[in-house]
Nanobody, 126 residues
Framework: EVQLVESGGGLVQAGGSLRLSCAAS????????IGWFRQAPGKEREGVSC????????YYATSVKGRFTISSDNAKNTVYLQMNSLKPEDTAVYYC???????????????????WGQGTQVTVSS
């Protein structure tokens, strides 16, 4: 059974940092993509950052580029999202998800992803 469990969320002041983790089971990263998405109240689900298990290519939303870094530890089947210089507008529930059929390039649209974690709350205070 494919399972994704997020952790690392919490409350942080503006300018601070958090590191989110996504522990995956039921598959290996080879041939998959893992993505981080977020949804804030009143907003649509947004692709934040995604990574390909095949070649390590990455995608970042313009709003987080230069502040967030996605990485993976394949031995632990874990993907991380390092978030620095956090802003109040980063406040959202953050989800990790897996695209199990990475047959062409890397996408970071929610409709491409098949399995989802339960989410972890990130709150940035001003």
């Amino acid at each position: 059974e494919v399972q994704l469990v997020e952790s690392g969320g919490g409350l942080v002041q503006a300018g601070g940092s958090l590191r989110l983790s996504c522990a995956a089971s039921g598959f290996t990263f080879d041939g998959y993509a893992i993505g981080w998405f977020r949804q804030a109240p009143g907003k649509e689900r947004e692709g934040v950052s995604c990574i390909s298990s095949r070649d390590g290519s990455t995608y970042y939303a313009t709003s987080v580029k230069g502040r967030f870094t996605i990485s993976s530890d394949n031995a632990k089947n874990t993907v991380y999202l390092q978030m620095n210089s956090l802003k109040p507008e980063d406040t959202a529930v953050y989800y990790c998800a897996v695209d199990v059929d990475l047959d062409y390039g890397l996408g970071c649209s929610a409709v491409e992803y098949d399995y989802w974690g339960q989410g972890t709350q990130v709150t940035v205070s001003s």
